[in-house]
């Protein structure tokens, strides 16, 4: 069982640097970064989300969130408004710039799963896709 253990984590693990290098080589005339991506992905097209949400969406440290975050703003893909019920928070918005390159870096994220799972059958894709799901669900809360 334990070589099982590190077996999971060495593939996952190699995925997802693999995925990293590649997005990160496909997203550079987009501007974004495989560090920014996940939070473009994660706003609403029409609607703003706060950081505490975008943090416990993706599993990240409201620190990271913040200095992402930043970064986005600085580059024109996003816009934070203070949240009119709570002035302590901002909400963050995709800009029209942000909202145009949702699209885009869908399809590079698409076009790599599409890569590394073209061995596998719809039902294994399915089957992969569950068991990650639920692996996930096992986290144990920060």
């Not at 909400?91 to 073209?118: H, M, Q, Y």
Request: glycine residues 4%.
């Amino acid at each position: 069982m334990k070589s099982d253990v590190r077996q999971i984590g060495k593939y996952i693990a190699m995925l997802y640097r693999a995925e990293l290098i590649h997005t990160n080589a496909a997203m550079k005339d987009l501007g974004v970064s495989s560090s920014e991506f996940m939070f473009l992905l994660n706003i609403p097209m029409d609607e703003g989300v706060n950081l505490a949400y975008l943090s416990h969406a993706l599993y990240v440290d409201p620190a990271h969130t913040s200095k992402v975050i930043q970064g986005l703003v600085d580059k024109g893909f996003v816009k934070k408004v203070k949240d009119p019920y709570d002035k302590r928070s901002c909400n963050v918005f995709l800009t029209e710039e942000g909202k145009k390159r949702v699209p885009l870096i869908r399809k590079i994220l698409s076009d790599w799963v599409a890569c590394v799972t073209s061995s596998l059958t719809d039902g294994e894709r399915e089957m992969v896709l569950d068991c990650l799901r639920r692996m996930v669900s096992k986290i144990p809360s920060k």
